[in-house]
Every structure is written in C-alpha cells, then in structure tokens.
C-alpha cells in the first residue's frame, strides 16, 4: 500500500538560510498534518490542510509557512532557518478524521 | 485543554515479561480519539491502534491488549511476553472530534522508552 512520502529525508542548512520540505499524501487522504519533533521531544503540532485550504495552527514560528497544492502535496518552507529549528519534521495525512499515517521524516540539521 | 501524561519515562524488561504502557488523558470533548504510536530507533512513527470515545471494548491483538476507561480517563498499553523488537518509545496520543469532514491535530505524551533485553 502507497504511505506518505516525505523528501528529503536528510537536509542541512547553515543560520539564515532556507529550507523546503516535501510531503505526498496517501493516496486519496484530504488531510495534511506537519510535525516537529525536537530531539528526545515528543512531535509538536505545527499546521494542517484540509482540501487545500488551511485547516488548523499549531506553534508554527512565523519563520515557517505551508501550503497544499491541487495534486494534495503539501510544502512546508522555513526561512531564517536557526539553531534550534534542527528537528525531526513528519507529515502525516489522514481521510478526514481517520487515522493518520506518517511519513519517515525529514531530518534537518542547522549548523 | 486537552493533555495527555504518560507518567513512565524510561521502563526497561527482559524478554519474555509482560509490560504495560500508562497513559492518562485530559479533555472537555465528549468526542475524542485516542491513539498508541511506536517509534523505534529508526525514527519513523507507527500507528498500533485508534480508538473514539465512545468505544470502551478493550482489545486484544496477538501479543498487543488495550485497556480504555473513561472514568479514571486511562487508555493503558500492554505488551505480552516482550520481544527485543518491542524496544522503542511509545507515543499515546489524543485528537478532538470535529463537526466538518477535517481532521485535527494529535497532541502527544511525551513518550515512553521500553527497552526490553534478551
């Protein structure tokens, strides 16, 4: 069965530069979750979509904006990228209030 | 505002023991999902199980139970007879229930990491 495919799934970047991260739902899920997970961390909460249209905000910085696109891929692009934005980044994606799945993450490391 | 505690940071078994995971659950929705979700050490999230507020049965899944009481708002995890392949950090997690079609965000308990030996 097809899961969520994030790329890429390792990235550095050096302070103040900027980063894209790609996300491919399954299949049919109208839903888009972005998570950080900071080291040793539990996932935070960052923004969803839901038909393309922004659905939920969580900690987002304003450093950070998403969006979903008509093929239901979702791009979440940080900018000014800092020490502490080193993460473990997932999407996720869900029909609606089903279960959400999860993609391998993007693993960011800012030096 | 919705919490979720897993008081058990770290628990460490030898093969074979049984091991529960606690997970205890704060919300003012009378609609609500709750979810257990494994990261082992590679680092991706997999889901084991969803269930809504309404769903009080308790499951069993080859060597996986949960056990769902809304009146202490628990939704405890246990392992059967642990494999080192078990050993990993393990994620209870709470979403709300929406009126519209989209789906919410989970908020997260810290996680507990089970480490179990041969």
């Known amino acids: 069965a097809a899961g969520v495919i994030q790329s890429p799934r390792h990235l550095i970047k050096e302070k103040r530069e900027t980063a894209t991260l790609k996300c491919y739902p399954i299949p049919r899920h109208d839903t888009v979750y972005w998570y950080q997970q900071g080291p040793g961390q539990d996932p935070q909460f960052l923004i969803s979509f839901y038909e393309k249209m922004q659905s939920d905000k969580g900690s987002i910085p304003d450093r950070f904006s998403a969006q979903q696109f008509s093929d239901y891929h979702s791009e979440l692009n940080m900018s000014s990228l800092e020490l502490g934005d080193s993460a473990l980044y997932f999407c996720?994606?869900?029909?609606?209030?089903?279960?959400?799945?999860f993609g391998a993450g993007t693993r960011l490391s800012v030096l | 505002a919705q919490k979720v505690t897993q008081a058990q940071t770290e628990i460490s078994v030898v093969e074979k023991e049984d091991v529960t995971l606690d997970c205890v659950y704060e919300?003012?929705?009378?609609?609500?999902?709750l979810f257990w979700y494994k990261q082992p050490p590679s680092g991706e999230l997999v889901f084991l199980i969803r269930r809504n507020s309404f769903d009080e049965q308790n499951e069993i899944s080859g060597r996986y139970s949960w056990n769902f009481q809304k009146s202490t708002s628990s939704f405890n995890f246990t392992i059967t007879a642990s494999q080192v392949v078990d050993s990993a950090v393990y994620f209870c997690a709470l979403s709300e229930s929406r009126a519209n079609q989209a789906g919410t965000a989970l908020i997260f308990g810290k996680g507990t990491t089970l480490s179990v030996s041969s």
């Open positions: 996720a994606s869900s029909e609606g209030v089903n279960i959400q799945y």
């Open positions: 919300t003012r929705d009378t609609t609500y999902y």
